[in-house]
């Protein structure tokens, strides 16, 4: 019998296929099988949403970062009531005015005393605080008011030297400035002693009802 002799190059190959058939591995991918396999493996990763920051909204009555309101910034003035007034008491209104280039806060009951008139001096007891339900903090606007209620006794129901008063002596919540001195919208007398004879009450954005 005569044999075949391969060249060794197509021995090595015929001995490769062999050897892979017997082993029963798979062909190596060709190019584009190579693309599409990594393009199946690669994810596509989603977006992580965020969430907007909720902003917190100013108060329509009080506006972020306003201060309360200075001395120097107010103004102001007493006004008579005197359909509520009679039976031996009348109610004024004390009014504070922002007279200042930003608007402001007050809150609270401002310092009030009588003045004797006769000698400039302060008479009496300053007015006992009245705390008006639900007057909270009150936002002046450039020019704008809040209002405390003044109630005041007749200085003859008391035991006490009467003198004659016709200004007052205000200084608003918190405040230990120099007080302003208002005239009053009349001569009224007042208590030269250790007597109180009228109240103020806390600031609200409008006149308030005895």
Known sequence: MRRVILPLSVAAVALALLSACASGAAPSPTPSDSSSATATATSTATPTSTATPTSTAASPDIPDGEGACHDDELGYSLESRPDD???????????????????????GNPTVVMVNAETGQPAGNPADPDFVQ?????????????????????????????????????????????????????????????????????????????
């Open 134 to 210: 639900d007057s909270g903090t009150v936002m002046l606007p450039v020019g704008g008011s809040a209002y405390s209620l003044l109630h005041l006794t007749e200085a003859g129901a008391h035991d006490c030297p009467i003198v004659p008063v016709s200004n007052l002596l205000v200084n608003p919540p918190h405040s230990d400035g120099t007080p302003a001195e208002v005239g009053t919208p009349n001569a009224i007398e007042g208590c030269d002693s250790d007597v109180t004879i009228f109240s103020a009450g806390s600031l609200t954005p409008q006149p308030a009802t005895p």
């Open 85 to 107: 007034s009679g039976a031996g008491q009348f109610y004024w209104n004390l009014v504070f005015t922002n007279n200042g280039s930003q608007p402001c806060t007050l809150e």
